[in-house]
């Protein structure tokens, strides 16, 4: 009998992933993310009906799109029946199976840790347990976090956490694939593996949950937690509301003078390009998320939620690109849009601002005082820093602008997409940045200072 197949749809910017599985006709989904319009071309493509579609957790880290999957195709959406919704779904149980197809079976299974109500789903092919989706309870070496719903809830969260990989690792065989939703990057992961695929088997001698004990593994997992982006309130209360297909249709264009007057407006108007290009030249009060980096998760983490976006983009296909990232977190239309370069983005003088190295920091403090801004978490600044550098978190520094003198600051991160989103803040504020384009592992090797708890 042929094995049944299991594909992965990822999504980098986010570090997710959903999974489309199927026997050859029939099919089902896990944890599907807003623009379904991926799942529907794989089932098109591989000629399959789909049967159900199953949500592991109300999602903190993206606003999902198992019910309009659901409503688009017929099939049945799956969520806790302990989860308050207002939507019609099919409620599932700890324990319950559910047949898709005449050969796979799908046996829910409480795993609360990421949240209270979490399931994870077992894959039978036949009886036989195939491997399990674990959402954000078994990751690749790692847990999902326990601390997203509140700090009252943390401490009870994380040894639901702990028990449920046990429960896990005692039900399953040793042979069964791990497919978990986030690990990949996301910050809903309490830590990160550079692991893509594992087993039960390969989770029981890695896995901190599994190899250590209870106190120990709360310990130290909610030691090594930090922040977490600020849009993440408003992904479980958008998903509880059951959130419609989104509109990747293309925005209304806008001139120089229409984006000049939403800059004036307090809106924000991004340019979508690398961090090099922007600090050559951009349209002076714009600001710099590239596509190339982590572009929704920090525009979300920054931005006053509800705040216009005007995308700037050298093609239709890279605003159509951010416009498919922010639907995922729930920034469903534009403002407007632009395409080409920022000489038609602005009628006046282009805005420029100067990059460099970590070697080029260390020559210029021999010659004269900078500011020397770290804009990494408070986490990774104490654990190692250049001496006398200000801390300021990315995501902090929106708020936090006024604080800094009008003098040279040279902006750094671990290894360049922060530092070039915070120089395009300071520029915009009027401030004199220098972006340092660089990996922070250099900074000690050039003969900066470095302290901290990890030197």
Request: aromatic residues 8%; hydrophobic residues 40%.
């Amino acid at each position: 009998m042929s094995s049944l197949t299991i594909l992965a749809i990822e999504t980098p910017s986010l570090g997710d992933r959903s999974y489309l599985v199927h026997d050859g006709e029939v099919a089902f989904v896990i944890d599907p993310q807003r623009d379904i319009d991926r799942v529907l071309a794989l089932l098109e493509e591989h000629h399959l009906r789909l049967t159900d579609v199953f949500e592991t957790h109300i999602h903190n880290d993206y606003v999902t799109g198992g019910l309009a999957l659901a409503q688009r195709t017929g099939a049945a959406y799956h969520v806790n029946a302990a989860d308050e919704v207002s939507f019609e779904r099919t409620p599932i149980t700890d324990g319950e199976t559910v047949a898709a197809g005449s050969r796979m079976k799908i046996r829910a299974i409480a795993t609360p840790g990421h949240t209270f109500t979490h399931l994870s789903y077992a894959l039978l092919d036949g009886d036989e347990p195939y491997a399990v989706f674990t959402g954000g309870s078994l990751l690749y070496g790692a847990t999902g976090r326990p601390d997203l719903l509140g700090e009252e809830h943390t401490d009870a969260l994380v040894r639901h956490q702990h028990a449920s990989a046990h429960k896990l690792a005692e039900q399953l065989p040793d042979e069964a694939e791990v497919f978990p939703t986030h690990g990949f990057g996301s910050f809903c992961a309490a830590t990160q593996s550079e692991s893509t695929q594992s087993t039960i088997g390969q989770e029981k001698r890695s896995n901190p949950a599994l190899t250590q004990d209870e106190e120990t593994y709360a310990r130290e997992l909610l030691e090594g937690l930090a922040s977490w982006p600020a849009y993440y309130a408003h992904m479980g209360p958008a998903n509880a509301a059951g959130p419609g297909a989104p509109d990747l249709s293309p925005v209304q264009p806008a001139d120089a003078h229409e984006l000049r007057r939403r800059i004036e407006a307090g809106e924000w108007v991004v340019d979508l390009r690398n961090r090099t290009a922007f600090a050559a030249g951009h349209a002076p009060g714009t600001l710099n998320f590239g596509l190339d980096g982590p572009f929704a998760t920090y525009l979300g983490w920054l931005i006053e939620w509800g705040t216009p976006v005007t995308l700037l983009g050298e093609t239709a296909d890279d605003v159509a690109e951010a416009q498919r990232e922010l639907v995922r977190i729930g920034i469903d239309r534009p403002a407007a849009q632009a395409t080409g370069g920022p000489e038609y983005w602005t009628d006046g003088t282009l805005a420029s601002f100067a990059t460099g190295t970590f070697a080029d920091l260390e020559q210029v403090r021999r010659h004269r005082p900078v500011l020397v801004l770290d804009v990494r978490r408070a986490d990774e600044h104490e654990k190692t820093r250049i001496s006398g550098a200000m801390n300021i978190p990315l995501h902090e520094l929106p708020q936090r602008v006024a604080e800094l003198p009008d003098a040279e600051v040279w902006v750094h991160c671990a290894g360049g997409y922060r530092a070039g989103v915070a120089a395009s803040i300071l520029d915009a504020a009027g401030l004199r940045p220098v972006a340092v384009d660089d990996s922070f592992a250099n900074a000690e090797d050039v003969g900066l200072p470095v302290v901290g708890s990890e030197v």
